[in-house]
């Protein structure tokens, strides 16, 4: 029975500890595209991921592998992104696979992301195979490593097999153990059709592509097939397999990874998470955990030429076509003019839209500094929720402010604890609790504002532990803080794109850091500037930023023509990203200054 020769799996890991490049040697080593064809870290294939050397998007490749046994086997592998900005992609791909294999760097041993993904994959029942991975390296210690995740994870090591994937040692060993240890897929073919999405993409010919595991029945052309959570019914165009260029095939069936078009426009109308079901015949209940995605964090996004308003919102749809988790709503600011707020899961997502913006779009960009969704409670009983912050009601209106907190799990050694607990403490944390997870290795539960963590929170982490720590989170709940909205004056008028929100006890010295870093960033022109810093009408900071009149060029023979235009074209390119606040040239970096530390 076909089924019985199907395996599909995920590989896990802590970012950077080798996840692509074994999913790279995999590739090699069994039948799917020719050794000719192959190019690095052939699954990141977005221009981007492949420059950042990280996986964005998940892509499941099917492969056919000739065992020892002498069997072929279908070897469904679903690649996984491991930045936490994505965690619900991790989980809905592990969703759609009977195992994984989870690669942990032997020179680094078990990070935070390694527990984090341990227990995505033990919450969907999956058989997890331990690699250890890097063993080449000079520092790799394999038995410690492996004693490591024994004690720390409770995960049986004694067949974990020891790799290099980037020289391929021991891959041998994990294909076989994939055909050994995995179960095949179970799945009843005459039942009605149940599907699980896992990722979607946007193509300009085909619609939305959407990545399936079929669980339950059959799908094929022509069927009506519906989305249980959007209600959406849709007839299918194709169904196929990506090897890892797409293979229409006749049928998927129970068991089966693949791929299924359906003419389909808007991607809103098939989410990942949801269940795919027959229109006809549909399955009495969804599969389990379908969410909605939220965005975590919010900035307003303005091209720096007004008239590239429409270009931007143009790329903006073009961009949620490929990622439903992007979200964008037209708003005005009296300092840039007219752009878009936008939701982003999390920072490194906020600077892979801005990148991709610029790059594939040529657009030139303002970004203001993230905020997060505040609850705003008034005396009028009314609940506002605040992603800007320069839609926070006036001080005499608020009752109370609630922000969003997330539980962080820290995994750090011992030595380092003091240094952490205090970071947290100064970033207005909650202790949770701390559990040993050996005698020299802890995890530390702290409850810590969103705000904070989007801050400065991981570099300051990273810089007291000497990078020892790491870090996982997840969004908790909202809990009520003092928090205040500090203005910047710019020349005197309130510059609506700098204003932010801050806790009281930090407010003075956030407002005097913020000053003098415009200062610093906000070029001299030819009239003094005047910087304030302000709650309501209390000016808490000030200084002045000098005028300054000399051109450039003026010292400059005109017999050196050559040097004249350089330095001309040099102050043009400088202007870019620049944009005319009042009568003050702002640059791009002003409006993330407040995120800035030194
Ligand atoms: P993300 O995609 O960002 O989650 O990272 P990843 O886990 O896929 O890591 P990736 O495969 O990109 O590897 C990270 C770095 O480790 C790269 O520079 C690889 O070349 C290197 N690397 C991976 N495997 C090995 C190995 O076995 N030995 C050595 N020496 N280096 C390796």
Not at 382 to 395: I, K, Q, R, S
Request: hydrophobic share 40%.
């Amino acid at each position: 029975e076909r089924q019985q020769r199907i395996r599909n799996f995920s590989i896990v890991a802590h970012i950077d500890h080798g996840k692509s490049t074994l999913a790279d040697r995999i590739l090699e080593m069994t039948d799917s595209i020719s050794k000719r064809e192959m190019k690095n870290q052939i699954l990141d294939d977005m221009e981007l991921e492949r420059e950042r050397g990280i996986t964005i998007k998940l892509n499941a490749v099917a492969l056919t592998y000739h065992a020892q046994d002498g069997e072929d086997y279908i070897f469904h592998l679903i690649d996984t992104p491991g930045h936490v900005d994505f965690s619900y992609e991790v989980s809905r791909s592990l969703a759609a696979c009977e195992g994984a294999i989870l690669v942990v760097d032997a020179t680094q041993g078990v990070e935070a992301q390694t527990l984090a993904n341990v227990y995505l994959a033990l919450d969907n029942d999956l058989e997890i195979l331990p690699v250890i991975n890097k063993i080449d390296l000079p520092s790799a210690d394999a038995e410690g490593t492996k004693a490591q995740i024994e004690e720390e994870i409770g995960l049986d090591t004694s067949e974990a097999v020891d790799i290099s994937a980037k020289s391929g040692l021991g891959v041998d060993q994990v294909l076989e153990k994939i055909v050994q240890d995995i179960p095949a897929p179970t799945g009843d073919l005459e039942a009605p059709l149940k599907a699980l999405i896992f990722d979607s993409k946007y193509d300009d010919y085909r619609g939305v592509v959407l990545s399936v595991r079929v669980f339950e029945g059959t799908v094929k052309k022509g069927d009506q097939i519906k989305f249980v959570n959007s209600g959406a019914e849709y007839e299918v165009a194709e169904v196929g397999i990506n090897s890892p260029k797409p293979l229409a095939r006749d049928l998927l069936m129970a068991g089966d990874v693949g791929y299924i078009t359906a003419s389909i426009k808007d991607i809103k109308d098939a989410r990942v998470g949801d269940t795919i079901t027959a229109a006809n015949n549909p399955a009495p209940e969804a599969l389990h955990g379908y969410r909605q995605m939220q965005p975590m964090v919010y900035a307003g996004l303005y091209p720096t030429d007004n008239a590239k308003f429409n270009d931007l919102r143009e790329a903006l749809e073009k961009l949620q076509l490929n990622d439903a988790s992007l979200t964008f709503e037209p708003e005005s600011s009296q300092a840039l003019g007219f752009g878009f707020r936008c939701g982003f899961l999390g920072m490194l997502h906020m600077d892979v839209i801005q990148e991709r913006l610029e790059r594939e779009f040529n657009l030139d960009l303002i970004t203001t500094a993230p905020s997060v969704t505040y609850h705003v409670y008034q005396h009028d009983g009314e609940m506002l929720e605040v992603e800007n912050p320069a839609e926070m009601p006036d001080v005499t209106l608020i009752k109370s402010i609630e922000e969003p907190f997330v539980k962080a799990s820290i995994m750090v050694p011992n030595d380092y604890v003091g240094a952490v607990m205090e970071l947290c403490q100064r970033k207005r944390g909650q202790f949770d609790t701390m559990e040993y997870l050996s005698d020299t290795r802890v995890n530390v539960i702290y409850h810590i504002p969103l705000a904070e963590i989007i801050y400065d929170f991981f570099d300051r982490l990273k810089s007291s532990t000497r990078g020892y720590a790491s870090l996982d989170y997840e969004i908790d709940d909202y809990r009520p803080s003092d928090l205040v909205k500090i203005d910047i004056l710019l020349n005197g008028d309130r510059v609506d794109a700098l204003s932010f929100i801050s806790h009281r006890s930090f407010a003075e010295e956030r407002g005097r850091e913020i000053a003098s870093k415009l200062k610093k960033i906000i070029p001299r022109q030819n009239f003094e500037i005047p910087i304030q810093a302000a709650i309501g009408s209390k000016i808490i900071a000030r200084t002045n930023i000098k005028a300054y009149r000399k051109d450039v060029t003026a010292r400059i023979h005109t017999g050196d023509p050559d040097r004249r235009a350089k330095l001309l074209d040099k102050q043009k390119r400088g202007k870019k990203r620049m944009k005319a606040v009042g009568r003050v040239e702002v640059p791009q970096a002003a409006f993330m200054a407040v995120l800035q530390t030194d």
